[in-house]
């Protein structure tokens, strides 16, 4: 971005594909973080004189428009973090998203809706996401990649738009690259992954990779369950994937096999019935050993021993890589490990990132300073696709 700058952009129409995604409840954003991080990018290129397109998806509405999943909120927010009034077409390259497009004067900027309101974005077939690409190439004259969540999808916005424009990334792009080749490149050690949220098959190839280069892996959250019963014991109505139990078991021989410390809780918060989030009623939860789960209760969220097992695993690392919550965080019942594993996070001297739109939010949500960790990625899916070394549509597309 910064050679496009150099070359100058007053009067240019640059389309900025963000990553808006943010978790909403009704029209409230229950998490900004992902629009603060691209605010750099918008405000540069406004300043500029650019007259920036901001455009992005939110949620999984299905390719027609759905006012539950409408960019209006974080349009509105986006104004008010960049101080400026941001104009919103009602569609994303229709009427509205042309007249709003010729409307910009040099140095405002506009929000088109959400992309995936248009089947052509996510579609398969390569002429359909083609033919919406073209679409969105003829509101702009230059394109900046910076929606670093979305980099993993071979979307038309992401992956198709940039042929069809001179293209750069933005400065989201630049940093989440920049430290997720820390990771990857020259690790400090001991090298410490955390590893939660509900499913193991979402973590397969990160953590084919990560046996071969972390020292130590931590399992919390949903995906626990699985590994749990992998090992033998009984999970009760915890969430279990069946299906990857032989995953399990060789991730659990290969990590015995290569000497690195593959932890599983060793009690675990349970309770007959999933909590109330909305109004967040007492849950009441039991506390038991991983091993003594009763047959009709779930587990929700690692037990203090766990708790504390984790604290002290990380307490030397010099590099640490997390990514999931470690139980339903959303309830104040169950946010005890996610809190323990982010303050640990904090303590520790080494290099911090937390991965993962909802790790992400969870620290901001639970009520830890952001900027006290080393790197808050925007990306989840992302983040763990990059660190499994596969190829990103949305980077390659920016490389050349
Ligand atoms: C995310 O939340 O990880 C990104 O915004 C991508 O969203 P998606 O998984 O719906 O493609």
Redesign the pocket.
């Given at each position: 971005i910064d050679e496009l700058l150099a070359e100058g952009v007053t009067g240019k129409r640059v389309f900025v594909r963000a990553?808006l995604?943010v978790p909403l409840e009704g029209t409230t954003i229950t998490d900004d973080g992902?629009i603060r991080a691209v605010a750099p990018t918008v405000a540069k290129l406004a300043e500029a004189g650019a007259r920036v397109i901001v455009a992005s998806?939110l949620?999984?509405p299905k390719g027609a428009p759905d006012p539950a999943f409408s960019l209006a909120p974080a349009a509105a927010r986006l104004g008010e973090i960049l101080g400026a009034d941001v104009a919103f077409a009602t569609d994303t390259v229709g009427e509205s998203a042309k007249a709003t497009v010729a409307a910009l004067t040099d140095g405002q900027v506009a929000v088109v809706e959400n992309l995936r309101f248009n089947a052509g974005e996510t579609a398969k077939d390569d002429a359909e996401r083609g033919a919406f690409a073209d679409q969105l190439a003829e509101l702009a004259d230059v394109y900046v990649g910076d929606?670093f969540?979305?980099v993993?999808?071979k979307?038309a916005s992401v992956f198709d738009l940039p042929a069809r424009l001179p293209h750069a990334a933005g400065y989201l792009i630049a940093t989440e690259v920049g430290v997720l080749k820390k990771l990857t490149d020259d690790v400090r050690r001991p090298y410490v992954v955390v590893l939660g949220g509900a499913k193991v098959s979402d973590k397969l190839g990160v953590i084919d990779h990560l046996l071969e280069k972390a020292d130590r892996i931590l399992v919390g959250g949903g995906m626990a369950y699985t590994f749990l019963k992998a090992k033998g014991h009984e999970v009760g109505i915890s969430l279990l994937q069946e299906d990857q139990i032989p995953a399990c078991l060789d991730y659990l021989a290969r990590a015995e096999k290569r000497g690195v410390e593959f932890v599983l809780p060793l009690d675990v918060m349970v309770s007959a019935e999933f909590p109330d989030l909305k109004t967040k009623a007492p849950a009441n939860p039991e506390l038991v050993a991983s091993d003594a789960i009763p047959a009709d209760k779930e587990g929700l969220d690692i037990g203090p021993k766990t708790r504390e097992l984790y604290a002290a695993k990380l307490a030397d690392a010099g590099t640490v890589f997390w990514n999931g919550p470690m139980g339903v965080f959303e309830h104040p019942d169950y946010a005890n490990g996610t809190k323990a594993v982010a303050q640990a996070l904090l303590d520790s001297d080494g290099f911090t990132v937390v991965g993962?739109?909802d790790s992400a939010a969870s620290v901001r949500i639970l009520g830890f300073d952001e900027n006290a960790f080393g790197h808050i990625s925007t990306?989840?899916?992302?983040s763990l696709e990059y660190l499994e070394g596969k190829t990103l549509p949305g980077l390659a597309a920016l490389e050349d």
């Open positions: 990553d995604n992902r998806h949620g999984r929606g969540g979305a993993h999808r979307h993962g739109g990306g989840g899916g992302a």
